[in-house]
Structure formats: structure tokens, C-alpha cells
């Protein structure tokens, strides 16, 4: 069950829903927090994504708030923001997915966070998916055998971290330490 603080459920024909209804949050910096929470932990083994889809009320357009996405292991403290979407960008519902992997069950809530006071946004069809490790490919493994963050700067395949000459993608051909000059094929 979610609660909705500042939030109603919209069916008018100026709200953009998926259906007949969609929450609808009207931004107000100066009465605390707008919000829709889940009141238990979700998912027993964890969250891999959360989804929604999400778009200005009315004729709100660019002046619509933002919206962060945000997960807890309690109802009171400890919110992680995992993805942030701002409704005065886009015209239309717009899909958005947040990563989130954590292996826990969570406490998930949607709050307004920046915008016009006064105005408004539409966000529908929210969807939780249970927690899936993720696929390592081979290159992110050989990364990781040498306690190298998969993403991190230098790790492109077609750098030189170490600055020997070789690239990744040849040290990780070679199976060599792409992080140590005096390594490589």
C-alpha cells in the first residue's frame, strides 16, 4: 500500500495516465514534503529497477516539478536517491528506468524535488522488479580480477591506463595487468 502525501489520484482528461488515472503531485517548496510511499519493504530478495512513466499535468509544461526516485531500508531515515526525472522536460508520458541492485527488501518513494511552486506532474504505471544479479561480461570480470570498477576513467577497452603502450583490450587479450606498466603482452 502506498501513502500519498500531497499526492491525488488524477482521472481528468488533462492528466497524462496509462488508463483512466495517474498520480498527480502540485509541487509546494513551502509545506514540506510531496511524496507517495510504500509502507512495507518490497520484494524479499531485493530491487533490481524501478519504472514509471511520467509527463506535465495539464498545460504545466516546463514550469512541471522534478520527481526523485528514492529507496530506504526504513520508513524514516537513510533515503538513497537511485534516478531523478523532471517532468518540465518532456511534452508527453515519458518511460524512465532506475538501476538499483541492492539485495535487501526496501522501502521505495517517489518525492518532488525541485520546480515551480504551484504546478504540477503526472507519473503512472510505477514498476518494481525483484532483485537479479547483474551479468558480468568477460572484459568487466578481467576489470574486476584486478580490483578495477567496470565504468571507471581508463577502462574503455580502447585505453592505456597503465600508460605502457598496450591498450585494454590487448592487456585483457593477453590476459595481462592493464593497471601495471611494467605487465603487459
Not at 500500500?1 to 491525488?8: F, V
Not at 530491487?47 to 524514516?76: D, F, K, M, Q, R
Not at 518513494?109 to 561480461?137: E, H, K, L, M, Y
Amino acid at each position: 500500500m502506498w501513502n500519498l502525501t500531497g499526492i491525488l489520484i488524477g482521472s481528468d482528461a488533462a492528466d497524462l495516465k496509462i488508463g483512466n488515472k495517474a498520480a498527480r503531485l502540485k509541487y509546494d517548496p513551502t509545506d514540506g514534503d510531496e511524496t507517495m510511499t510504500i509502507q512495507s519493504p518490497v520484494m524479499s530478495n531485493g530491487i533490481s529497477t524501478i519504472s514509471l512513466w511520467y509527463g506535465p499535468y495539464s498545460n504545466h509544461g516546463n514550469t512541471a516539478p522534478t520527481l526523485a526516485i528514492e529507496v530506504s531500508e526504513n520508513l524514516s531515515s537513510g533515503w538513497i536517491e537511485v534516478g531523478r526525472v523532471n517532468a518540465g522536460a518532456v511534452e508527453v508520458l515519458t518511460y524512465y528506468s532506475a538501476d538499483v541492485f541492492i539485495n535487501t527488501p526496501l522501502y521505495v518513494r517517489i518525492r518532488a524535488v525541485d520546480g515551480n511552486g504551484g504546478r504540477s506532474c503526472n507519473f503512472d504505471n510505477i514498476t518494481i522488479t525483484p532483485f537479479a544479479i547483474q551479468p558480468v561480461s568477460p572484459y568487466d570480470a578481467f576489470l574486476l580480477k584486478y580490483n578495477v570498477t567496470p565504468g571507471d576513467p581508463g577502462t574503455l577497452p580502447g585505453d592505456d591506463y597503465d600508460g605502457d603502450g598496450f591498450t585494454n583490450q590487448q592487456e585483457f587479450d593477453a590476459n595481462t595487468n592493464p593497471y601495471d606498466d611494467a605487465v603487459h603482452p
